[in-house]
């Protein structure tokens, strides 16, 4: 792999001033980075304002998508309240509370847990990025979540015994081509393991798949073609649900980016490398993600760091993590508060399905307190929903904030934006450290700390890069 690089990345939308510059050495790497950065308080508070402009169909090419935040898709379906930004901030936490728990609770292997249905990453109602598909021949248009921690690919069809409302019209399987039953006794249908739910008594192979809370998608297995931009993949199995809980802001299902065999990622390794790319943005006017699949995908100048598998979550991405770093000083919390132990308990996990970052609480008091020693100089505010550290930045322009940096095993460091450290609660300028203590030993790098960074898996090769490119 030769040397791996030391990441330092920063937004281009940002303006960051480095004030004073700190050189270490981690892991044999020599680097140097700014104690502090500035954050744009009038535009973060700017940012909380939903956009409304209806998103129009993806005209990329090779496969690479536009991702759109939820808040976006609240644009298209609102529901009265929802477009304050005060109640979305706050039903953004409670979604994140229950996709936390969710999680933890699916990664405690508890002996009684095993073999129950399969269930996703994704909590009811908590899909935090879209993105638009084409689906049968000829291609229906469907908005779709992402999530890192699923597999199973589905869809709500036609005919419908029990779905929620979505968007566009419901995917009618009668009308595509391609569209293709899978048999019982087939190697796909062996694939959806615990996913599995039957036969039918036409010998077409069926499937369940479960979420924390009681919702579900159930239904029949199938080969069908889906469409990204210009590019077209034959013989995709998705799940075809006929019975379905939840709510997706008008999504019509779910596109699993997960590791295992049947997600999207697994069943195009031939094709895609077992490769992508994608960047995530949620706030700001007008601005929107993006997902690429492919071994072009993979960034030149990208610092990576080694996914470790855990076998309990095969689906999961999990990395490295030794310590982490407020302005000069690295926090001292022991590297193996991070590690994965032998049951499969704790790690870290990337996860596009979390927002906030959390930590186990050991390591989250610390750094918080450091955060806290560092950032004397701004007025307090009250707590925000899961944040105990806040402060009210009404009437700044510009604040000094202290960097953050993760420090991953191997050697790279990524310092995070001023943006993705701080977020606005409201748009009256209380801003709150983007941190959580995790309730068990997992941790999680949610999607805040993730935004405007191009994050890269190499499933095949067993590496996750972050940068160069930014969004």
Request: hydrophobic share 35%; net charge neutral.
């Amino acid at each position: 792999m030769g040397m791996i690089l030391m990441l330092l990345l920063f937004l281009q939308s940002l303006t960051t001033s480095i004030e004073s510059t700190t050189a270490k050495t981690h892991r044999g790497v020599s680097f140097s980075y700014p104690h502090f950065q500035h954050l744009d308080v009038k535009q973060g508070i700017e940012e909380t304002k939903l956009n409304l402009t209806r998103e129009t169909e993806s005209k990329e090419q090779n496969g690479k998508l536009r991702l759109v935040h939820r808040d976006k898709m609240i644009s298209l379906h609102d529901s009265g309240g929802r477009h304050d930004p005060g109640r979305r901030f706050s039903d953004r936490m409670k979604r994140d509370v229950k996709r936390v728990a969710s999680l933890t609770g699916r990664l405690s292997y508890e002996a009684e847990a095993f073999g129950s249905d399969v269930v996703s990453g994704m909590e009811e109602g908590s899909g935090e990025y879209f993105a638009r598909i084409g689906v049968g021949s000829p291609p229906i248009s469907q908005y779709v979540v992402i999530d890192s921690g699923s597999d199973v690919i589905w869809l709500q069809c036609q005919p419908c015994d029990q779905c929620y409302h979505q968007s566009d019209p419901v995917f009618n399987p009668a009308n595509s081509a391609s569209f293709a039953g899978v048999s019982c006794s087939s190697v796909t249908c062996n694939r959806l393991e615990n996913a599995y739910a039957g036969c039918s008594q036409e010998g077409r192979c069926h499937y369940q798949v479960s979420y924390g809370d009681g919702s579900y998608t159930k239904g029949t297995l199938a080969l069908e073609t889906l469409t990204m931009g210009r590019t077209t993949i034959q013989n995709v199995a998705i799940g075809c649900g006929h019975k379905n809980q939840g709510m997706f802001v008008g999504a019509g299902g779910l596109l699993g980016l997960g590791s295992g065999s049947m997600s999207f990622v697994g069943q195009l390794a031939g094709q895609t490398g077992g490769a992508f790319s994608y960047c995530l943005v949620s706030r700001g006017t007008g601005s929107s993600g993006s997902l690429e699949f492919g071994r072009e995908s993979m960034p030149v100048g990208a610092s990576w760091v080694p996914l470790v598998h855990n076998l309990r979550a095969p689906s999961f991405y999990y990395v490295g993590l030794s310590g982490l770093g407020v302005g000069a000083l690295q926090v001292p919390i022991s590297e193996d508060v991070f590690s994965l132990g032998e049951q499969g308990d704790g790690g870290v996990v990337m996860d596009t399905g979390t927002a906030v970052t959390r930590l186990p609480t050991a390591a989250y008091n610390a750094f918080r307190d450091a955060f806290i020693a560092q950032t004397t100089n701004l007025p307090r505010a009250s707590r925000a929903s899961i944040f105990d550290t806040c402060y009210n930045l009404n009437g700044f322009l510009s604040v000094r904030v202290p960097t953050v940096s993760f420090y991953f095993t191997g050697g790279p460091i990524l310092t995070l934006p001023a943006r993705n450290i701080l977020i606005p609660a409201d748009n009256i300028g209380t801003f709150c450290f983007a941190f959580a203590p995790s309730p068990s030993k997992l941790s999680i790098i949610g999607n805040i700390q993730q935004e405007g960074i191009q994050i890269s898996v190499d499933v095949a090769s067993g590496f996750l890069g972050f940068g160069p490119n930014v969004c």
